[in-house]
């Protein structure tokens, strides 16, 4: 089963010109096109029938530039097959193909161009030929019209495409073999180098009979964007048979004929046109899912790194704390007279540190994996106690007083107990590492609660510490940003991500209210207006 790496860039090469029907806006450009051609069409009726003179110098550039075009349009098709694996798409590159082959013996041969250089391959060569081109290439396209769009089933695209080589090239080898070798045998189609017998009007007929049985299929049918494409090649087609065979009379280089000629080299872009310009989107697609595959790697990269990074900063607390509670009961278990009671004081708070960092572990886990997260209404105000409570005893060490200043009639909030806990013991850890390392004393830390709003609560930790260092306070909140030396820079990530997963919002002040240093960093959460069995 393809993964979501490889849908995507499938999805991304997928060609609208082969797989989607054609919508108005392509509709509207092919109908402005036909108008177009009709209108220089209505223009060139007039002068159909005047002949130029030496012109003939033309027509090599002319066949040179109709070959290369038929090929590059050949040479699309079967990459495109290449890919879709449509049938349709294999008798259209052959049809090409096909017609590209014709194209230089057709100019060899045509009377008085290369007759200086020795060449006559005699009168009715180059109309056979061109009779040969102009039923030939119609046929082509109807196959394509009758063929199935669908998906083939096998892979073997390259035999397929081989298989169409060797027969097109054999076909078209063996027929024009036939043609050149057999040319005193050939029908009267010219009565001499510049005029059309009266059987050759058999030609145009039965050419200009499949070009509009063709049009009316594919405007028929319009499977894709590509038939609305190839119709409108196929009216090019006749408007060129219109010109050369009926309003030119049949006269070779005439202004008709050359005029046709014209939408000749019309018919043979327009499929090329259309096929580079799908070429150009789907590869700007594919650079853009590949640009954005690779935005999502580097995304899944650090959210990976955030979570370990969060993960070993937040259990480093309550490890150093086991750490500590362990050192101290071995001190009491090693004296003379053993203090069994206070062995086993450490010994709880050692079990308590594990639980806590296990909630960690949990809780941190739970909101980056987006999981279903426990969330009960709590009381703001004893999660704040909590926190003061557990942060004094080492606070009393540093000689830093921590106090709480509670609003009354608080209403309770909906959330993890655990997260919230861990917010609140980051930012007053925060704040006593700030004082440790200032010179500032008496050394404060105030946790307090209000109201903000009737439905939202406060919470601020305020510290009179140094502050925040103004090149730091734009990116503060980014992972991997530290002012702590060996600081991992995780610790307020998680604090805002966990208050906004909570609905709330996590920022920082430089300066107290009323103080000349220190900072306060503030969190609001909406608080329960229903209770919270009622919100299930």
Request: net charge neutral; with cysteine.
């Amino acid at each position: 089963m393809p993964n979501k790496d490889e849908s995507a860039l499938g999805a991304a090469v997928q060609s609208p010109l082969v797989t989607s029907p054609a919508n108005g806006t392509w509709i509207g450009v092919a109908v402005a096109l036909s108008l177009l051609i009709v209108a220089s069409f209505a223009l060139t009726m007039p002068f159909a029938r005047l002949p130029t003179y030496h012109t003939e110098m033309l027509l090599p550039a002319y066949a040179a530039a109709i070959l290369l075009l038929e090929l590059i349009t050949a040479a699309l098709l079967f990459a495109l097959y290449s890919l879709r694996r449509s049938p349709a798409l294999l008798c259209l590159a052959s049809g090409y193909l096909f017609s590209a082959l014709l194209v230089p013996a057709w100019a060899i041969s045509f009377p008085g161009v290369f007759t200086a250089y020795g060449i006559d391959m005699g009168l009715q060569t180059t109309a056979a030929i061109a009779a040969l081109r102009r039923i030939g290439f119609p046929l082509f396209v109807l196959a394509y019209a009758l063929a199935p769009r669908a998906t083939r089933a096998s892979t073997a695209t390259g035999h397929h495409i081989a298989l169409s080589l060797t027969l097109v090239l054999g076909g078209a080898a063996l027929l024009l073999a036939a043609i050149i070798s057999g040319s005193e045998a050939l029908p009267l189609f010219m009565r001499d180098s510049r005029n059309v017998a009266t059987l050759w009007q058999i030609v145009p007929i039965a050419a200009l009979s499949l070009y509009l049985l063709v049009i009316a299929l594919l405007l028929a049918r319009r499977q894709s964007q590509l038939d609305i494409w190839v119709a409108l090649v196929m009216f090019s087609l006749a408007v060129e048979l219109l010109l050369i065979s009926f309003l030119g009379g049949g006269v070779r280089l005439g202004v008709g004929w050359w005029a046709g000629r014209l939408y000749g080299l019309l018919a043979a872009s327009i499929v090329l046109l259309v096929l580079l310009v799908e070429s150009t989107q789907v590869y700007g697609r594919l650079a853009r899912t590949i640009a954005a595959e690779r935005r999502l790697r580097r995304s899944r990269l650090t959210a990976m790194e955030a979570l370990s990074a969060s993960i070993a900063h937040e259990i480093n607390q309550p490890l150093t704390s086991m750490i500590t509670n362990a050192n101290a009961g071995l001190r009491w278990l090693v004296k003379s007279e053993p203090r069994l009671d206070r062995a086993e004081a450490a010994l709880r708070h050692i079990v308590e540190d594990g639980h806590r960092a296990s909630s960690i572990v949990t809780g941190i886990r739970s909101m980056f994996t987006k999981e279903l997260q426990e969330r009960t209404e709590l009381d703001l105000n004893a999660l704040v106690t909590a926190a003061v409570e557990a942060a004094r005893s080492e606070s009393t060490h540093e000689f830093i007083e921590i106090r709480a200043v509670l609003a009354d009639d608080l209403p309770p909030v909906i959330g993890n107990a655990v997260q919230l806990g861990q917010v609140l013991r980051n930012l007053i850890e925060n704040a006593m590492d700030a004082l440790r390392g200032s010179g500032t004393w008496p050394r404060q830390v105030v946790v307090r609660t209000c109201h903000r709003d009737p439905d939202e609560v406060l919470v601020s930790v305020e510290d009179n510490g140094p502050g925040i260092a103004p090149e730091v306070a734009q990116t503060l909140f980014d992972p991997f940003v530290s002012t702590k030396p060996g600081g991992m820079g995780m610790g307020l990530m998680f604090c805002r991500a966990v208050v906004e997963a909570h609905g709330g919002r996590l920022w920082a002040t430089p300066t107290p209210p009323g103080g000349s240093t220190g900072a306060v960093f503030q969190f609001s959460l909406p608080s329960a207006i229903l209770p919270a069995h009622d919100n299930a």
